[in-house]
């Protein structure tokens, strides 16, 4: 009966973990801040590539078991950008900031 209850108490907390991510590769996954000075050459070439003059700001590095992506923030042009950048330097996504008559508009791309 003891090691019943157990089992139940271990299946009903792994149910409540795993109902507590979107996919079971979150629990893998990794995210941390890094300094500008370790971002890969070829993750901050392609950031620069995509959006001409770019200020980096500051960097994260997402690990899971898959693969390595970097989440980028930096300004250029008056805009404030954040990049997602995978480990081949190939821009993901691209989210920024624009300026209109005292308002913030996000635009996406």
Do not use: W
Request: charged share 30%; hydrophobic share 40%; proline share 3%.
């Amino acid at each position: 009966m003891y090691y019943r209850i157990l089992m139940f108490v271990a299946i009903g907390g792994a149910v409540v973990t795993l109902a507590g991510c979107s996919t079971i590769e979150n629990l893998f996954e990794r995210e941390s801040k890094i300094p500008l000075e370790q971002l890969p050459a070829n993750v901050r070439a392609g950031a620069e590539l995509a959006v001409p003059g770019l200020v980096l700001e500051s960097a994260e590095v997402e690990k899971t078991k898959r693969a390595v992506a970097y989440e980028l923030e930096g300004r250029a042009n008056g805009r404030e950008y954040e990049l997602h950048v995978d480990e081949n330097g190939n821009v993901t996504a691209m989210k920024y900031e624009v300026e209109t008559e005292g308002e913030d508009q996000d635009r996406e791309n």
